[in-house]
């Protein structure tokens, strides 16, 4: 498949570079800095930042899938880089005429129902804690879901630069342990199905953790 990945100099976004890769996709990788990301076969770097529509066009020509994994650089003063930049992100998309819009979004945005009462607890404290930032980032999950292309919003929990466990708990209202970390390339590899498989998952928020 033609999948790109904006973000794709982050933490996740690297991950997903790397296991699309892997897998045999070809990648357009999205980025402020591309020159960060060492060139790769099918791998194409592009230049583009969110906050910028213009300095979007073009980017995701011929392109099937996107994966978002933008985030703010901190969490207190998020600014509008979430809704924003997701704005922007699917109204290129749209342009491109790409199918599928996944959206790395994360488990603070639950109303933690489906999570146990421990689980709920942390989540609410810490919307307290990052009210800022849950906001946007409801704001570009509203977006995403009101879209006419396939979306998937995932909501991971929080993640670690460790080696991946290969196997993690993702699914539709799917009960996570909040206070149990993702690694990074879980959660890549979790989006990259998002994005390329799990027809059941089109339509859905899919939490994933432990
Ligand atoms: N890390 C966690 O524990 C965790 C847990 C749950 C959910 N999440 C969410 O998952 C997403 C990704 O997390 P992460 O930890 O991988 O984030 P990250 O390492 O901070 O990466 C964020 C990416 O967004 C890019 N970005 C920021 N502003 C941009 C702009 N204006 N235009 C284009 N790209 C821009 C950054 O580009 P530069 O490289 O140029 O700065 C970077 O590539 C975020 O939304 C985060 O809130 C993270």
Known sequence: MKIAVV???GATGRRVVKHALAQGHFVTAVARHPERLASADRLSLVRGDVLSLAGLTGALDGVEAVISCIGPEKN???GKLMSVGVANILAECKRANVRRFIMQSGIGLSDGRELSWLSR???RISGRIFTAAVTDKAVAERMTQETDMEWVIVRPVALQDKPAKGHYTAGPLARVAVLVPLSFDDCADCLLRAATDKPSWIGKIVN???
Do not use: D, I
């Open 7 to 9: 973000g794709a100099t």
């Open 76 to 78: 207190l003063s998020p």
């Open 121 to 123: 607890f942390v989540v």
């Open 208 to 210: 994933v953790g432990s």
